[in-house]
């Protein structure tokens, strides 16, 4: 089940696919920003973000966060080469990550 707080970020704050009421299904970006970050932190770590992902980081989110996804059970429109842009949480998880690794 999401949390109110992180769905505020991560979902409306980030996601086209947002619709209010699903809150039972959580992306993999979702679960992973949720077990790693408080929502005061993740609010601060991400004052500075870019809208769009570059999608440099992609094979490092898709072996270590994706594979949990909910919605690849399904079909996951990005994944799957629909041109279909990623999860809201993707590119929060691409920046965070980018971020974090040495240049």
Not at 29 to 43: G, M, V
Not at 54 to 80: A, P
């Amino acid at each position: 089940m999401k949390q109110k707080e992180y769905t505020e970020i991560v979902c409306r704050g980030f996601c086209r696919f947002y619709k209010e009421g699903k809150e039972e299904l959580q992306c993999g970006t979702y679960l992973f920003l949720r077990e790693k970050l408080l929502p005061a932190d993740l609010i601060s770590a991400i004052t500075d973000i870019q809208e769009s992902p570059d999608f440099s980081m992609d094979g490092y989110i898709r072996e270590h966060i994706c594979n949990r996804c909910d919605f690849l059970v399904d079909g996951c429109g990005y994944r799957d080469d629909e041109d279909s842009p990623p999860c809201g949480g993707y590119v929060i998880v691409e920046y965070l990550v980018k971020k974090a690794m040495p240049g």
